[in-house]
């Protein structure tokens, strides 16, 4: 998943991709201890997919904040 699209939806949809990907990462978790995953690396791939909606779910939150402070 590439930043720019991310950067592109909204706090609700980031929400939302980060419950799905903490799901995958479960699921795949799970196929790598009972040896069933054909490519490990899946599991940090999703590990940096979740780090970037984490980091864009931060900015948004944070631009946020800086505006209301400086409305008030």
């Known amino acids: 998943m590439k ?3 991310i950067r592109g939806m909204s706090e609700a949809d980031l929400e939302k991709k980060y419950r799905e990907l903490k ?3 479960f699921n795949l ?3 790598h201890s009972i040896n069933q995953l ?3 690396h899946q599991i940090s791939n999703t590990k ?3 780090a970037r ?3 864009v779910l931060t ?3 944070n631009a946020a904040q800086l505006a209301e ?3 008030a």
Do not use: G, S, Y
């Open 38 to 40: 054909d490519n490990p």
């Open 23 to 25: 799901e995958e990462l």
């Open 48 to 50: 940096k997919d979740i």
């Open 59 to 61: 900015e948004k939150k």
């Open 53 to 55: 909606v984490l980091t």
């Open 69 to 71: 402070k400086k409305n």
């Open 3 to 5: 930043i720019n699209e």
């Open 29 to 31: 978790r799970f196929q």
